[in-house]
């Protein structure tokens, strides 16, 4: 067999300045929410749900002139239909931005199969799958549970703790890291290729493109030494992986590496902090669930419904008309999954926390061909870090008066989350 | 009482075989599946209810639920 040469070279390319739609960074406060909505503003990210309750009453599909145009549905109905519809939506580009992507980019994206439309997505997603069942993410159970001890351990002694930065973030850092096959000693760079990714969206393209080639050149490195040394992880898995019989594309290789990275830590970080910050200010939930830990897994999925943290987006592939709007080819269209699952036309009591729900069919890891692959692991990493919190600090609240911050952009979880122990 | 999985809606969302692991299962890439108990698509007895909670839970209505075993409606 000869050399596998197709990492000599970085598979990154800058895109070529002629063919990026450029649109002027629009970061000035918010004058209407229905007209002029900013999901990077610090009041979104403060209030999402009840400016999602308002827009559902009065809109219910929002717009802004920033990012070059984009729309905001809050409606369950909505955001289901353009999740369906892979006619007149495409996920070319699936965070909002202040460029557009070249056309061509489709139907492949930068990070397969999440950026990928059909027929390509499919295949694409049939690689990855089999990795992220049930039954196979279970075999990181009893780690993840160790690490979670860990990790509590390291409080000793302490009274008051920031749940996000020291508890929540790094479950899923180190889960993703170990199933990728990366140093554990790497994983403080990981935070960093986070925020670039998702929260550095007002940033300049040359300042985006930068901080992603620094990403790219790390999965890189990581690559060749895979390739070097092979070994039973995700990372060999992917440049093994073959598909129509020939090995993947470079930049397929990195790009799902960056997916798989990416999509994997601030979700999962942020719906262990939701969950959290919910129980530290709600004691009667957090009773109930340290007495009663069989009610857990249903508890989980109402934090997932009612606190659910990541919002897609697409652009429009084709003019259409949606929830009596006219959406113009090329529009950025937000897919709220949060927003849908607080809609009262599809959930009860939906602006409540009800943690013995027992009929919950929320949408927070998506709907249709790109259910959020990792949603297995998700579950998976959100109840252990609940089971091994409560079993071990079943006592806590939220620190008054100390910073608390949520994140801005399309993944929405406590960024900063004070939390008094006992 | 009947069951069938559509498997031009399941998106492998799994919560039928996380709320009644025995009755639906997951294939190699986690779509859902009818198990030994289910197979021939007829609910055993006295499981109606985890049936009916397992297609209520799933976000792509991919659970299909027959009241009557179709035979009855001949």
């Known amino acids: 067999m000869t050399v596998d040469d197709r990492f000599t070279d970085s598979p990154f390319q800058k895109a070529d300045p002629a063919e990026l739609t450029r649109f002027e960074v629009m970061d000035g406060p918010v004058s209407d929410w229905a007209t002029d909505f900013s999901h990077m503003d610090e009041q979104y990210a403060e209030n999402a749900h009840e400016i999602w309750d308002d827009l559902r009453g009065r809109c219910p599909v ?22 369906y519809d892979t006619e007149h939506f495409t996920s070319r580009a699936i965070i909002v931005g202040n460029y557009r992507p070249p056309l061509d980019l489709a ?18 997603r049939k690689l990855l799958l089999p990795a992220f069942t049930k039954a196979n993410v279970a075999k990181q159970e009893i780690t993840t549970r160790e690490f979670c001890h860990s990790l509590i351990n390291a409080f000793e002694g302490r009274d ?56 790219f050149s790390y999965l890189l490195e990581q690559v060749r030494d895979h390739i070097d040394n092979p070994r039973d992880d995700l990372t060999t898995y992917l440049i093994n992986a073959e598909l129509y019989g020939q090995k993947l594309a470079p930049n397929h290789v990195v790009g799902t590496m960056a997916l798989l990275l990416i999509a994997g830590i601030d979700t999962t970080w942020s719906a262990i902090g939701a969950s959290l910050w919910h129980l530290a200010k709600n004691p009667e939930d957090r009773k ?21 943290p990541v ?4 652009l429009v592939k084709e003019d259409v008309e949606l929830g009596g709007v006219e959406m113009k080819k090329e529009d950025w269209v937000l897919l709220p999954f949060p927003a849908a699952n607080r809609d009262p036309e599809k959930f009860e009591r939906a602006d409540e926390v009800v943690i013995d729900r027992e009929v919950n069919r929320h949408a927070a890891f998506g709907l249709g061909i790109h259910r959020c692959a990792g949603s297995h692991l998700a579950r998976m990493e959100l109840r252990v870090a609940l089971d ?23 993944i929405r979880g406590p960024r900063m989350l004070p939390i008094n122990l006992g | ?47 109606e209810g985890d049936i009916r909670l397992a297609a209520a839970n799933c976000p792509e209505s991919a659970v299909l639920v027959h009241e009557e075993a179709l035979n009855d409606r001949r």
Not at chain 1, 168 to 178: C, G, K, L, N
Not at chain 1, 311 to 314: D, G, K, L, N, Y
Not at chain 2, 15 to 39: H, I, K, W
């Open chain 2, 1 to 47: 009482m009947k069951v069938q999985i559509d498997s031009q809606l399941c998106q492998g969302h799994g919560r039928c075989y996380d709320l009644a692991p025995d009755l639906f299962g997951e294939d190699d890439e986690g779509y859902a599946t009818l198990t030994a108990l289910t197979a021939d698509g007829n609910v055993p007895e006295g499981r």
């Open chain 1, 311 to 314: 919002t897609m987006a697409r």
């Open chain 1, 160 to 215: 008051l703790v920031d749940a996000a930065t020291e508890y929540a973030m790094h479950i899923p850092i180190r889960v993703i890291a170990d199933m990728l096959g990366f140093p554990t000693e790497d994983t403080p760079k990981f935070k960093v290729f986070v925020e670039n990714a998702l929260e550095g969206v007002n940033r300049s393209p040359e300042e985006r493109e930068a901080s992603t080639e620094v990403l």
């Open chain 1, 62 to 83: 929002a717009h802004t002139e920033r990012f070059g145009g984009a729309w905001l549905p809050t409606r369950y109905e909505d955001v289901q239909a353009i999740a």
């Open chain 1, 388 to 410: 091994v919190w409560l079993d071990r600090i079943p006592e806590f609240s939220l620190a008054e008066g100390a910073p608390m911050r949520w994140s801005t952009g399309q």
């Open chain 1, 288 to 308: 109930r669930l340290v007495e009663e830990p069989a009610l857990r897994t249903t508890a989980v999925e109402e934090f997932l419904r009612a606190y659910a």
């Open chain 1, 107 to 124: 139907p492949v994206g930068g990070v397969p199969p999440i950026s990928s439309d059909p027929p390509f997505h499919h295949d694409a």
